[in-house]
């Protein structure tokens, strides 16, 4: 069987670790989206992506609709390429919430990207734990794009229960998150053949009722006759060692390694490095380092040995040696957290709850 790679052919990146875009024509006669050449209509990309409906997973209607349709309940946010608004559908009375992007603020790499995120969000309309795409519109000079609306990042959950309230969260909790954010992964890479490449807290959302998916597929590697290269990195600090400072090909277990940082920050409150002032302090941590390890005790608290032999073999440095995400759904701690009952129904509540409070009062993290 042949292996999913992926190649990076920017060595120059790899030692500025830069993403800013190389400003060029903003209107372009085609643009290569997953490594497929795509046409774009003279307009503009953006207008490109307008169906000028709304379609809700659990209603086979579809609603032609435009900005009068939409009240709007403030910003929530601001995403790849522009500011994300909370709104709500005056027909439906759904929330939902609403991406707007400027056609003249994003050249033909962001342009890139954009259609990127969308390919993929609207390919994965029958994708586990993956955000949903209800459609879009062109209006006053932006792009409209209406996805389903969730109610916090869990960057900002984790950081109010250990920083704030001085609480934890418990494995169940955990688990839920481990096991819907691996099947998202898993989708992505067995029904759409792409690798995420930035997993992080941030990348995954959760909403009132416990439920959490996966978002930001800006920079998703589509795989194409098993290779594919691309100039696009990750988030530095959660960037596998093979990702960093190697120009050989990588595949989804670099995925894993930050699916793994990401995991032992949710359960621990905590980053597992000390903070990096330069790239060479990373490389020193992660490349020529020791992987973090995640004990049974640690500090004030205690963790499974399930939960502890998942996160630390996610984190082994040796990519050869990663799991993929076969093996990681036949480890226990997946095993036991993937068949639901009354311990996941209690980890949704406990999320929900956690989710609207966090929401309800944001902290600032920056710095």
């Known amino acids: 069987v042949s292996e999913l790679m992926v190649q990076e052919d920017d060595d120059d990146l790899r030692l500025s670790m830069s993403l800013r875009p190389t400003t060029l024509s903003t209107r372009p006669n085609s643009l290569s989206v997953n490594g497929n050449e795509k046409a774009v209509p003279e307009e503009s990309v953006l207008r490109s992506l307008s169906t000028g409906t709304l ?9 032609t609709f435009n900005s009068a349709h ?4 403030g910003a929530i946010g601001n995403g790849n390429f522009g500011t994300v608004y909370k709104m709500r559908h005056r027909e439906t009375n759904k929330l939902i919430a609403v991406k707007r992007i400027r056609c003249n603020n994003i050249d033909q ?12 969000i609207v390919k994965s309309e029958k994708g586990p734990n993956i955000v949903k795409f209800y459609g879009a519109i062109f209006s006053e000079g932006d792009c409209w794009i209406c996805m389903e609306l969730m109610d916090i990042s869990m960057d900002l959950l984790y950081r109010r229960v250990y920083d704030v309230k001085q609480s934890r969260l418990n494995e169940n909790v955990v688990g839920h998150i481990t096991v819907c954010t691996v099947d998202a992964l898993d989708y992505l ?10 997993v992080k807290p941030s990348n995954i959302l959760v909403d009132g009722h416990g439920a959490v998916k996966l978002c930001d597929f800006g920079i998703c590697g589509q795989l194409e006759d098993s290779v ?3 100039h696009d990195a990750g988030c530095q600090p959660y960037l596998a060692p093979e990702r960093i400072t190697s120009s050989d090909k990588y595949d989804v277990r670099s995925d894993v390694w930050s699916l793994g940082i990401t995991l032992y920050e949710i359960a621990t409150g905590r980053f597992p490095y000390q903070q990096w002032n330069s790239l060479f302090d990373q490389i020193a941590a992660v490349v020529n380092g020791d992987p973090p390890i995640l004990r049974p005790d640690s500090g004030d608290m205690n963790y499974s040995l399930p939960l502890v032999k998942f996160i630390n073999t996610c984190l082994t440095k040796e990519r050869r040696h990663r799991p993929k995400y076969d093996t990681l759904k036949s480890f226990d701690f997946y095993q036991i957290y993937a068949k639901g009952g009354p311990e996941i129904e209690e980890a949704k509540e406990i999320l929900g709850v956690e989710a609207i409070d966090t929401r309800d009062h944001p902290i600032d993290i920056r710095g």
């Open 109 to 120: 790499r962001e342009q890139i990207r954009l259609l990127r995120e969308h390919d993929t």
């Open 189 to 198: 890479k067995k029904e759409l053949k792409i690798i995420h490449r930035d």
């Open 70 to 73: 939409l009240q709007d309940l």
């Open 228 to 230: 594919v290269k691309t």
């Open 55 to 63: 379609k809700y997973p659990d209603d086979e209607h579809f609603y």
